[in-house]
């Protein structure tokens, strides 16, 4: 009997649901409703059960193993090399790889890994390459309560990068960019393999192309993102837009030349972008344009998903078995 696995991701003005059955697959998008956050857009996660119950009914999602892909916020994520040991054992060395870069002691978090194929070298010297990650304990039972009264049990909580990994699961040694073009921020990804390579936030997102919409037309935040959406008086081709466009673009191009530095020969294949902004035309010209790399389809990853495979990548990847 096929299995039915939930996967959620809730971004800054919407949640993504997968629904997995089998080969069978289902992706929704729902807006979250402005009251949901305070003011410094912070999710109020004990006003959101209300909301999540009529989701789950009107999208009617069944009793499954439920999965929900954390903020880049809540979580640090990198690629560790450790000796091999008990499980518990590596999980209890997990704190000593994050010295100096977390705030507050280890009991404020939940540490996870995921076990990544050694090389013949790695074996040879003894080390175990691992996907570790620092996940915020008190966000991590805040958004577990707030699933559970909505009657979601939530099994696993996952870093954005392991949702990318399963995703790239089986493309052998294809290096790859997934850039997460965000309401708040954009977060740049580099994998290759099941390894995770590059990370990086840039504090650029939607809200400041709102800023920049609204201070050119004279409206307010909301409508400047309908206006941007729509293309209202041709707004994308206004030099403030695409000036910011190229400045968001400069910063992936960072991520790109730090990846291509590093992990010579490494050439990446192509670009996946993701997010609200990765329809945007001004942004994705700007973006190829300044990497010199290939847009790829999202679609290509999560097959059946439509036009909704950019916005859902990551709640696909958290729904899907694979590392951990």
Not at 156 to 170: C, H, K, N, V, Y
Request: aromatic fraction near 6%; proline fraction near 6%.
């Amino acid at each position: 009997m096929a299995r039915t696995r939930l996967g959620f991701d809730m971004g800054s003005s919407s949640l993504k649901v997968a629904v997995l059955h089998g080969e069978s697959l289902r992706v929704e998008q729902v807006g979250l409703p402005e009251e949901l956050r305070d003011e410094n857009g912070a999710l109020r996660t004990q006003d959101v059960p209300p909301f999540l119950r009529q989701v789950r009914r009107k999208l009617r999602l069944p009793m499954a193993p439920a999965a929900l892909v954390l903020p880049r916020s809540q979580t640090v994520c990198r690629l560790v090399a450790m000796p091999p040991m008990p499980a518990a054992q590596i999980q209890a060395s997990l704190p000593g790889e994050f010295a100096g870069v977390l705030q507050g002691g280890p009991d404020q978090y939940q540490w996870g890994c995921w076990a990544c194929t050694a090389t013949a070298e790695e074996r040879e010297k003894g080390r175990l390459p691992v996907i570790a990650a620092a996940m915020a304990r008190q966000k991590l039972e805040a958004y577990g309560e707030m699933f559970a009264r909505a009657g979601v049990r939530i099994r696993e909580f996952l870093p954005q990068e392991l949702s990318i990994l399963r995703l790239t699961a089986g493309r052998g040694e294809e290096a790859l960019c997934f850039v997460d073009l965000g309401h708040r921020r954009t977060r740049v990804t580099v994998v290759c393999g099941d390894r995770l390579r590059v990370t990086k936030r840039i504090t650029l997102g939607g809200r400041h192309l709102d800023r920049v919409v609204a201070d050119e037309l004279g409206v307010d935040a909301g409508t400047a993102d309908d206006y941007k959406r729509s293309n209202h008086q041709n707004i994308l081709s206004a030099p403030s837009v695409q000036a910011l466009c190229e400045r968001i673009a400069a910063e992936i191009l960072k991520s790109v030349s730090y990846y291509h530095r590093a992990y010579r020969p490494g050439r990446l294949r192509g670009v996946y972008l993701t997010g609200g902004g990765a329809s945007l035309p001004p942004l994705r010209y700007a973006i190829a344009a300044a990497t010199g790399l290939e847009l790829l389809d999202p679609g290509t990853l999560i097959p059946g998903a439509g036009e909704m495979a950019a916005a859902a990548l990551f709640a696909v990847g958290a729904a899907l078995p694979g590392l951990g």
